[in-house]
């Protein structure tokens, strides 16, 4: 199934299985979606549940926050996430911080869904990755899907989860087909938020990744493989609350972690694993921790230097080389 | 269509709640202005006319005739008070209302400089007018949402006094068990949405809260589902982009909702006049294809007769409206404020029509209350005010486990602890430090 027909269907089931839920953003009706992701949904529920909005992100993300208020269940879709600085006060301020400043008396059941991180030669205001920036605000819960299960599940899960949620989803993934088992394709599957997912178990390095960024991590784990270093992926599936447990057992399994995102490196969400790994894990590490992340550049649009601003296998053979020194002639 | 907008035409009338109502007669037509008669074209010079209405010895003099629905009013002959736009027991809710407002916030200014309330703290003294007269026209499941000017809207709106002192002075029997704070007042019980800091933000959290009434209607099927919601904003906020999104889309769907614009004139230090390319805000409704009216905001029953007519085109599915109200605020943006910048003769000129004066004036004169009456009224408030100030003072501050609780409504979001249980599942974790 591809990621696209997996989001399709769990946004489908669940406005089916609750009348409250409903979708608001661009193109999400009568274009059928910017990305297609709501593709056949007003047909299906009409334009009272399907709302094709004007271009006011500020506004309709505040509609939908104030909907969440007074008892509906609105998925708010950006047509991608960079547009969501145009609403981040109304993701921040009036929905992440409002159980809080009410005392527990109005809850956010609110998701902010749409794809995030680079595309392909969309240039430097289409680009950036709000995983780190997100994942920072206590109220919110941010997570970030890889394959067709986890958009499945995850998404499910977000609909139906009482506080706010951003989805960040990622548009070069929406057309990669997945295996998805029976089970993921129950109408009841749901994942649990917060757990991150051992990927491929190994016993050398562990190496954490989430969104694209995991298939990549699982392409450069079979080329380590070859050379004979066993790599543990995980997909962190859960950017806030980031699975610090998963990680740190699997640290003190391996002894040596490189952590690895598209994002800006600074104050990125390498850099938060890294800092709590050391916390927690200081004396089982062989190594320093390695951070793969995007340049520290805005993106730029000539498609030799987009390809250099982004992690690429080269760039994880050589925080291969820094973390697993036993083969120095790799580098 | 360009032409009507320009031309100006006289409204039709607004008959009272007393009369029969047409309810084809739509008086708020979009495509038709309403005039005003006075508005501060500057803060240097005050153009104060006469007021110049046959109904002008009925009211106060020192209160000025803007809205030509109240002066249109046809007297009927059934009831004992023909010219009367209120009844004794309504009369006496608006003032009992205001005064409320009032004390509460003389209260809060005392209690400020005494360093029981800190941080940032604005008052309404002098605003009342326009929160008596849309707040208590409404009913408990309609929905309130302010700006951080918001304790007498949270007072109109039904919270009791000794929750939201309590929550100023940030003890834990506060409406927000003092999380919120004198900007963020919340009440679900009271339908109270807030409370936001930046301007311009509860406009669209109104705006959704009015979608929801109409999702509920519509969708849900839940037919007398009529709520309204009122948003409440200032000037300043007027020249902010989200206004301007959501006028439009609540005018594009239709929503129930009643854009109120208390125009005080001043934004912080920053004059209206000179932040404003047209700072004549009713006009900016009909741009979007909302009637747009302005009202005296220091008559309390011109206001009242405003808000009557747009709530009720609310309630009715003919959408929304934006109701600009002229008021003032008597002491400065916030306690903080020195207020240097206001001309003493404006500040004097607006003194002059205090709402609550003026309501006081118009219920003797017309024998709806005597002074008495009104006295036990007020020593009534100051009573309910010290026990607000009693209460909170011996409240407690809120315990330690209260900081990591209520982030989420699903205490699961602060993840899995280090033993691969949710950490909300151990029981002393809200006991801990503010490391998670």
């Known amino acids: 199934m591809t990621v696209r027909d997996a989001l399709n269907s769990a946004l489908d089931e669940e406005m089916s299985a609750d009348p409250k839920v409903f979708l608001m953003g661009e193109e999400v009706g009568e274009y059928q979606g910017a990305y297609k992701i709501s593709k056949g949904l007003l047909e299906k529920y009409g334009p009272d549940r399907v709302l094709d909005t004007p271009i006011t992100e500020a506004g309709f993300a505040g509609i939908g926050v104030g909907a969440a208020y007074y008892g509906l269940r609105p998925i708010v879709e950006f047509m991608t996430f960079n547009f969501s600085m145009q609403a981040i006060d109304h993701i921040i301020n009036s929905a992440a911080k409002s159980n809080y400043m009410s005392a527990g008396q109005i809850n956010v059941p609110i998701v902010f869904r749409g794809p995030n991180g680079a595309a392909a030669g969309v240039g430097a205001q289409h680009s950036q990755c709000y995983a780190a920036w997100f994942g920072a605000c206590p109220g919110l819960k941010v997570l970030a899907p890889y394959s067709s299960e986890d958009a499945r599940g995850l998404l499910k899960a977000a609909i139906r989860d009482p506080d706010p949620v951003v989805f960040l989803e990622n548009e070069l993934l929406y057309g990669e087909s997945f295996p998805i088992s029976a089970e993921a394709l129950d109408s009841s599957f749901c994942l649990p938020i917060g757990k991150a997912k051992i990927e491929r178990e190994g016993k050398d390095v562990t190496i954490t990744a989430f969104s694209k960024m995991v298939g990549y991590a699982l392409k450069a784990s079979e080329i380590l493989a070859k050379e004979g270093i066993s790599a543990e992926v995980i997909n962190l599936r859960s950017i806030r609350p980031l699975d610090t447990a998963t990680i740190n057992a699997s640290v003190r399994k391996t002894n040596r972690l490189v952590t690895v995102e598209e994002g800006f490196p600074q104050h990125g969400v390498g850099a938060e694993i890294c800092a709590s790994v050391i916390e927690e894990s200081f004396i089982y590490l062989d190594a320093p921790v390695e951070r793969i992340a995007g340049a520290d550049v805005p993106m730029p649009y000539a498609a030799n230097l987009e390809r250099m601003a982004v992690p690429q296998h080269s760039s994880f053979e050589l925080g291969f080389c820094v973390v697993v020194p036993t083969k120095p002639n790799q580098c | ?436």
């Not at chain 2, 008959?15 to 047409?22: L, V």
């Not at chain 2, 803060?43 to 809205?67: D, E, G, I």
């Not at chain 2, 700006?147 to 003890?171: N, Q």
Request: glycine share 8%; charged share 25%; proline share 6%.
């Open chain 2, 1 to 436: 269509m360009s032409a009507a907008a320009t031309k100006i035409i006289q409204p039709l009338p607004l008959n009272s709640t007393t009369t029969n109502r047409s309810p084809h007669k739509a008086l708020f037509n979009p495509l038709k202005t309403i005039p005003i008669s006075s508005f501060p074209a500057s803060t240097r010079k005050l153009r104060l006319t006469k007021p110049n209405s046959p109904h002008a010895r009925r009211r106060s003099t020192s209160v000025f005739a803007v809205s030509d629905v109240v002066q249109e009013k046809k007297p009927t002959f059934n009831t004992f008070f023909p010219n009367l736009l209120i009844t004794k027991e309504e009369g006496l809710e608006l003032y009992e209302d205001m005064i409320l407002g009032r004390s509460f916030e003389d209260m809060c200014a005392q209690m400020y400089y005494r360093g029981k309330m800190f941080g940032f703290v604005h008052l309404y003294n002098g605003q009342e007018a326009v929160s008596a007269g849309f707040i208590k026209l409404l009913k408990n499941e309609d929905c309130v949402v302010s700006t951080y000017r918001d304790h007498v809207h949270a007072l109109s709106k039904g919270v009791p006094a000794r929750a939201v002192m309590s929550e100023l002075f940030g003890k834990t029997t506060g409406c927000c068990r003092g999380q919120g704070g004198s900007m963020h007042m919340f009440s679900k019980e009271h339908n109270v949405l807030g409370g936001f800091a930046f301007i311009g933000e509860g406009i669209p959290v109104a705006t959704g809260a009015a979608f929801t009434s109409k999702y509920r209607r519509e969708v849900l099927k839940e037919g007398d589902c009529d709520h309204v919601t009122l948003a409440f904003f200032g000037d300043g906020t007027c020249n902010n982009g989200q206004f301007f999104e959501c006028l439009n889309m609540a005018a594009l769907w239709k929503l129930p909702i009643v854009f109120v614009v208390e125009n005080n004139l001043w934004a912080i230090g920053m004059s209206h006049l000179r932040a404003t390319s047209d700072p004549q805000i009713w006009k900016k409704g009909p741009a979007f294809g909302i009637p747009g009216v302005h009202v005296d905001g220091m008559d309390v029953l011109k206001v009242r007769e405003a808000a009557k007519e747009a709530i009720t085109r609310a309630r009715r599915g003919e959408g929304p409206t934006l109701v600009e109200c002229e008021t003032y605020r008597f002491r400065g943006h916030s306690l903080a404020d020195p207020d240097e910048l206001r001309d003493a003769s404006e500040k004097a000129h607006y003194a002059a029509r205090d709402p609550i004066t003026a309501l006081k004036k118009y219920m003797v004169e017309n024998n709806l209350a005597s002074e008495a009456e009104l006295k036990v009224i007020e020593k009534k408030i100051d009573e309910v005010v010290e026990e607000a100030v009693e209460f909170a003072d011996s409240s407690p501050l809120p315990g330690r486990s209260q900081l990591l609780e209520n982030v989420f409504a699903d205490p699961r979001g602060f993840g899995i602890g280090p033993d691969g249980k949710y950490r909300c599942e151990d029981p002393k974790f809200t006991e801990g430090t503010a490391h998670v």
